[in-house]
């Protein structure tokens, strides 16, 4: 079955430093998402993006967040300055339809800001 | 705004017990509900959403709207049904899936 990889699976930086996760979601696939889950607290809406655009983000996605598709294959969230809190699980995921259809997630990155 | 509520953190059961993993909702509209399962060292996955009706290894989840419930249940639980389960909601018109906290099934052989 396909897959959504994500890379790298752990990351560690600094607080201040930009990071950028990356995703490859299934390639017939319209939708791409991506969620966090801090450590012991739910999995969490960030931003939907469809058609080469975001068409639905969260309030924890501000302008320190931003995601793009640069090649047609590759979809990124990049933070800009990253924050203690910004320590997270981050799940890729993508699926054909909207979010009432299956999504498929990656295994995730686990990002740690010190 | 939406919310879901898993009140167990984590609920244990014997091996052929039957087993329900609680979901209640709060949404002012018609909600899509959904079942994702974690299993240990793999990724999160569909289990099943209430608009299929179907029953995925022996699981089944009725959506109660009078009681904005949407359980999970099985008859008999087997070893391999240890994980973790997240119950999602996603509104009409909504990009976004919004998931409850989780609960850790531990079927004790």
């Known amino acids: 079955e396909p897959e959504v990889t994500q890379t790298p699976s752990h990351q560690v930086t600094q607080m201040g430093q930009e990071v950028i996760l990356r995703c490859v979601p299934i390639s017939n696939h319209l939708y791409f998402y991506w969620y966090r889950q801090i450590l012991g607290q739910k999995v969490e809406f960030l931003v939907s993006?469809?058609?080469?655009?975001?068409?639905?983000k969260s309030e924890i996605f501000d302008d320190q967040f931003s995601v793009e598709r640069p090649d047609g294959s590759n979809f990124t969230l990049k933070i800009r300055s990253t924050k203690l809190e910004d320590s997270a699980m981050y799940f890729c995921a993508s699926s054909e339809g909207p979010a009432n259809e299956k999504l498929f997630f990656g295994s995730g990155t686990q990002l740690s800001v010190l | 705004a939406q919310r879901v509520t898993q009140p167990e953190k984590l609920l244990s059961v014997f091996k052929g017990a039957p087993v329900e993993l609680k979901c209640n909702y709060s949404y002012s509209g018609s909600p899509e509900l959904f079942w994702y399962v974690q299993y240990s060292r793999q990724r999160l996955q569909l289990l099943l959403r209430?608009?299929s009706r179907e029953s995925i290894k022996g699981f089944t989840a009725d959506l109660n709207k009078g009681e904005t419930s949407f359980h999970l249940k099985k008859p008999f639980a087997q070893e391999e049904d240890s994980a973790m389960y997240y119950c999602?909601?996603?509104?009409?018109?909504?990009?976004?899936?919004?998931f409850g906290k989780g609960t850790k099934l531990s079927v004790i052989p």
């Open positions: 993006f469809y058609n080469n655009e975001i068409s639905e």
């Open positions: 999602a909601l996603s509104s009409v018109g909504s990009y976004q899936l919004t």
């Open positions: 209430h608009i």
